[in-house]
């Protein structure tokens, strides 16, 4: 996935653990996206991955230490790197090299790189949980969070190489990339710092017996690309999702809330904190009157479901709503999309809307990608061309930011 305003040329600096193999799917899948790639081996790092496998997944030579200290170019190897690339990663982040980062230490290829460039960086540590935990390891990892140019994303909890179960884990491949995805499209920019933002994702069900329900096709990839949107430009997050199908990013706090009921209490108790409300979730119009505990037998199917409207959870929080605070509605139509959104945006009383056509082939429900129409209560539109649905979420982002502010 690539900003259409430049192709990022990405720099890996792959630190010694054995989580140095999950550097290969980020490498190879930026690869195929067309981005430019280099890396730096450590030295360590060698003795878990070997610099002909990155090689391959790079199409470039991959450069280590013996290359630092014996240079052939004529220019010095980490002024060049530090030069040519505009975005780094490091993972994974060792114990070793969060130290020297935090210090401003420069004793190999990949720390005199970093200090000769200004680039943002993406780092990812692993390590053993009782590393992880130790305070002077614990007091880098705040320093390095506290720098503007280092994007950090921390380790997961879960088993662990020595087998051991608890916090240390690097993140997994597909967070690495949605992260660079991001730091490619906004270079770095944290502009939602300071804001809390309360996103919905997924789909509502309304069951009426215990295995059946009313739904509909949503899987909550447009809330979630919000969702690390909004998170990578420096918002703290929170999202309140139905039935999803992706995993959440751990540094978002999520809140389950698959029945609109229980989506419309999540959010009423969220949103009196929240500076926005992005309510990208797919909710139901009407649920069944009549509800049964246990799953009832065909024979004694009802022949005719009563229904019931559900709460109108944006119009409430409209009439909830502080002066500093912003709603921003989605509206999923067939056919014609802009004349039922503005309706939509006047009769809610939204700041801004974004309409999308869920009948154009390759958006909508379930899809990688979407395409939208935003709109805004001055009569402003913008037609956003199909995208991958992070990329979308950051366009939506930087009209809110232009329009709202």
């Given at each position: 996935m690539t900003n259409p305003r430049t192709v990022p040329h990405l720099l890996v600096g792959v630190g010694g653990g054995i989580a140095a193999y999950k550097v290969c799917e980020v490498i190879s899948t930026q690869v195929k996206a067309g981005w430019e790639v280099s890396a730096i081996l450590s030295e360590t790092a060698s003795q878990f991955i070997t610099p002909l496998t990155l090689s391959t997944l790079c199409r470039r030579s991959v450069y280590t230490d013996a290359q630092f200290w014996h240079p052939q170019a004529p220019r010095p190897l980490h002024i060049e790197l530090a030069e040519t690339a505009t975005l780094m990663l490091i993972a994974p982040l060792t114990a070793n090299t969060l130290a020297k980062l935090a210090l401003g230490l420069a004793d190999n290829l990949l720390t005199s790189t970093v200090l000769a460039s200004t680039m943002p960086i993406l780092v990812a540590p692993a390590m053993n949980t009782t590393m992880w935990e130790q305070p002077t390891v614990q007091t880098h990892w705040q320093q390095l969070q506290q720098r503007s140019r280092y994007h950090c994303l921390p380790p997961t909890a879960g088993r662990l190489a020595c087998d051991s179960v608890g916090v240390g884990?690097?993140?997994?491949?597909?967070?690495?990339?949605?992260?660079?995805?991001?730091?490619?499209?906004?270079?770095?920019?944290?502009?939602?710092?300071?804001?809390?933002?309360?996103?919905?994702?997924?789909?509502?069900?309304?069951?009426?017996?215990?295995?059946?329900?009313?739904?509909?096709?949503?899987?909550?990839?447009?809330?979630?690309?919000?969702a690390r949107a909004a998170l990578h430009r420096g918002a703290k997050v929170t999202l309140i999702h139905g039935a999803i199908a992706e995993v959440i990013p751990p540094q978002v706090r999520a809140i389950e809330a698959v029945s609109s009921d229980r989506m419309y209490k999540a959010v009423m108790e969220v949103w009196p904190e929240a500076d926005w409300l992005v309510m990208a979730a797919a909710v139901g119009d009407v649920r069944p009157t009549q509800q049964w505990s246990e799953k009832l037998p065909k024979s004694e199917l009802p022949t005719a479901l009563p229904l019931s409207p559900v709460p109108d959870i944006l119009q409430m929080a409209a009439q909830m709503r502080q002066p500093h605070q912003r709603l921003i509605g989605f509206a999923a139509q067939t056919g014609e999309i802009v004349t039922p959104a503005c309706e939509k945006l006047e009769r809610k009383g939204l700041d801004l809307i974004v309409a999308n056509a869920v009948d154009q082939a390759g958006c909508g429900f379930g899809t990688a990608e979407n395409a939208a129409v935003v709109l805004d209560r001055q009569g402003r539109s913008r037609s956003l061309a199909k995208v991958p649905k992070l990329i979308l979420a950051h366009q939506i982002f930087d009209l809110a930011q232009e329009w709202l502010s």
């Open positions: 884990r690097m993140a997994e491949p597909q967070e690495i990339i949605a992260y660079l995805d991001s730091l490619a499209y906004t270079h770095g920019k944290r502009d939602l710092a300071g804001k809390h933002l309360l996103i919905t994702a997924g789909g509502s069900r309304e069951y009426w017996d215990a295995v059946r329900f009313i739904g509909n096709p949503a899987t909550g990839k447009m809330g979630l690309a919000l």
